[in-house]
Nanobody, 125 residues
Framework: VQLQASGGGLVQAGGFLRLSCAASGGPFSSYVVGWFRQAPGKEREFVAAISGRGINTYYVDSVKARFIISRDSAKNTVCLQMNSLKPEDTAVYYC???????????????????WGQGTLVTVSS
């Protein structure tokens, strides 16, 4: 499966952005999708994940109540709605996928087999 992340940009603190991860090349409903981010000089960090049919979601504590992950199987996309953005959210955001027929979600980069190219999110103070 191939992934294409989009939707990044420059936004002021308190603002919002909606990232999209478009998939091609496979039955996307059979894939767990995660969002990760990597700030300069830091390791790649888990942000959120959603199971193949959207039954389960999981978030890192720092984004709970601010970010929402969702998927549209008809459009083969997974979105990350990011609200109340903070300067510390600044990073390159990546979507990733892993084939899984159950409702388990994964939070380690090594759990995922397919990666998109990343989209830059910059939050100014």
């Amino acid at each position: 499966v191939q992934l294409q992340a989009s939707g990044g940009g420059l936004v002021q603190a308190g603002g919002f952005l909606r990232l999209s991860c478009a998939a091609s090349g496979g039955p996307f409903s059979s894939y767990v999708v995660g969002w990760f981010r990597q700030a300069p000089g830091k390791e790649r960090e888990f942000v959120a994940a959603i199971s193949g049919r959207g039954i389960n979601t999981y978030y890192v504590d720092s984004v709970k109540a601010r970010f929402i992950i969702s998927r549209d199987s008809a459009k083969n996309t997974v979105c990350l709605q990011m609200n109340s953005l903070k300067p510390e959210d600044t990073a390159v955001y990546y979507c990733a996928a892993r084939y899984s027929i159950n409702s388990v979600v994964f939070s380690r980069p090594s759990d995922y087999h397919y990666w998109g190219q990343g989209t830059l999110v910059t939050v100014s103070s």
